[in-house]
């Protein structure tokens, strides 16, 4: 599914792709981890989602990871993967990779879901590991050519907009769809 952001209906049509995620789920827990550094405008996509997210969350079946305070990048991803596969092993959780990405100009400015793991650094020929049940992603600006000046130059308006898109979705999809239980910690950044 692919929504521009600027679309007058956006966190409808993105809250509608995940509440279809989140009835295939069947009451596992979720697991949201947003990639990214604050580092680069383009790249803060993921973080800012994460920071969001835990502020106005609190959800007990939801665990979040990736914050403008503790990012989750290439340099960490790793580690973090594997911390977060220890913790919730048992759990089975469905896991949700937010990132954001580059692309054809025609797309710029569009958010993805779509089902099946992120492949995260690779708009910047990076290989860094797959994972995740579902991705979102934020097309920020235009693949093909230098792309780290690209991701650092990227205008901070349209990566806010779109995040504010995604977040509204998700707090609407969740607060409709996702089964509250008593025996979870609640939503919020955990550290690894």
């Not at 710029?108 to 579902?134: C, D, H, N």
Request: charged share 20%; proline share 6%.
């Amino acid at each position: 599914m692919r929504v521009p952001y600027d679309a007058d209906d956006a966190v409808r049509q993105l809250s509608s792709g995940l509440t279809q995620v989140f009835r295939s789920c069947s009451g596992r827990p979720i697991v949201i981890v947003c990639v990214g550094t604050d580092r680069s405008t383009g790249d803060v996509f993921g973080p800012i989602i994460g920071a969001r997210l835990q502020e106005n969350l609190n959800h007990p079946r939801i665990s979040i990871y990736g914050t403008l305070d503790n990012p989750v990048h290439a340099v960490n991803l790793s580690t973090k993967l594997e911390d977060i596969h220890h913790i919730h092993k048992s759990s089975n959780p469905v896991l949700i990779a937010i990132d954001a990405c580059l692309g054809n100009f025609e797309h710029v400015g569009q958010i993805v879901l779509e089902k099946g793991p992120l492949r995260p650094g690779a708009g910047v020929k990076k290989t860094l590991p797959e994972f995740g049940s579902y991705t979102i992603t934020g097309v920020v600006n235009v693949a093909g050519f230098m792309e780290y000046f690209v991701l650092q130059n990227t205008r901070l308006g349209i990566v806010m907009k779109m995040t504010e898109v995604v977040v509204e979705a998700l707090l609407d999809s969740i607060r409709l769809w996702v089964p509250r239980a008593t025996d979870q910690q609640p939503a919020r950044e955990r550290k690894l």
